[in-house]
Nanobody
Framework: LQLQASGGGLVQPGGSLRLSCAAS????????IGWFRQAPGKEREVVSC????????YYAGSVEGRFTVSRYNHNYTVYLQMNSLKDEDTAVYSC???????????????????????WGKGTQVTVSS
């Protein structure tokens, strides 16, 4: 069972990046998958979630309107399109699933209770001029 996050890099403020989270070894389209980020010296925070079906999504207030989460279940990949990036978006971004929840409501509960069971290795996003 594996999640592999990729797509990070260095971008100027106002720029865009698209992160990918590729799942393998399990039937990923049965589960909600979400994104976390952790900036230096700060706690890890939930960024976004997408339900198993792809019809349900969640965004943290700090990214709503700028980030878009999507998934293509034919290739078991979840994407996070990040637009209008700001300095404060600089962080290591990771994807994760609790291997239980199909929807983001339960996924968020699991996130609050340290219930993620499978993590992708983080990818660094640096927003700087």
């Amino acid at each position: 069972l594996q999640l592999q996050a990729s797509g990070g890099g260095l971008v100027q403020p106002g720029g865009s990046l698209r992160l990918s989270c590729a799942a393998s070894g399990f039937t990923a389209d049965n589960y909600a998958i979400g994104w976390f980020r952790q900036a230096p010296g700060k706690e890890r925070e939930v960024v976004s979630c997408i339900s198993a079906s792809g019809f349900g999504t969640y965004y943290a207030g700090s990214v709503e309107g700028r980030f878009t989460v999507s998934r293509y279940n034919h290739n078991y990949t979840v994407y996070l399109q990040m637009n209008s990036l700001k300095d404060e978006d600089t962080a290591v971004y990771s994807c994760a699933t609790d291997l239980s929840s199909g929807g983001c409501t339960n996924w968020k509960i699991a996130a609050r209770n340290s219930g993620m069971r499978l993590w992708g290795k983080g990818t660094q996003v640096t927003v700087s001029s």
